[in-house]
């Protein structure tokens, strides 16, 4: 079992939850190969979106809805700086996961995370589990409650019609 499974598995245990999670047949990389896999819908996928801020070059997780998007000028209101991205060996070095697996918890160093409120709308939601082909289920607000995300508005607006 790979050190990253392990980690999130780690986290999850440790914060008095059941760590049920499932090795995928496929990739579950974007939002839409893991809402296949797991047979939901699209913003029941929690994405883990890494940047790190421009000035300080420290590194911020959002964890958003499946379809949804993150607007830079809302993102920098939150975080108070002008988000950047974060390359693959920067994700690496400070969550301790590869791009495409990287989990909510389980973080080799401490994150600042923010949280979309549509995730909250569901009981469960799906999140990497540490690997491009692994998956948990589980309550939103439990994520919340292990990473002290604060829920904020970084979001592009959604066209209704």
């Known amino acids: 079992m790979s ?9 999850l245990e440790a914060a008095g939850l059941e760590a049920d999670i499932r090795e995928m047949p496929g990739n579950t990389r974007t939002a839409a190969q893991a809402a296949a896999a797991a047979g ?5 996928i929690m994405k883990s979106i890494v940047f790190k801020g421009e000035r300080s070059g420290k590194i911020v997780l959002f964890l958003t809805a499946g379809g949804n998007q993150i607007d830079p000028v809302k993102a920098e ?8 991205k974060a390359d693959a060996s920067l994700i690496r070095s400070q969550t ?27 009981d469960q939601v799906w999140a990497a589990g540490g690997t491009p082909r692994h998956i948990f289920c589980i309550d939103p607000r439990e994520i919340q409650r292990i990473t002290g995300a604060e829920v904020a508005d970084f979001l592009v607006e959604q066209a209704s019609g």
Do not use: M
Request: charged share 20%; glycine share 10%.
């Open 3 to 11: 050190r990253s499974l392990n980690r999130v598995r780690d986290a």
């Open 40 to 44: 939901c819908q699209l913003d029941q």
């Open 77 to 84: 209101a939150v975080v108070g700086e002008r988000p950047a």
């Open 96 to 122: 301790g996961f590869a791009i495409g697996g990287v989990a909510p918890v389980g973080h080799t160093n401490p994150v600042r995370t923010y949280l979309d409120a549509r995730l909250l709308e569901f």
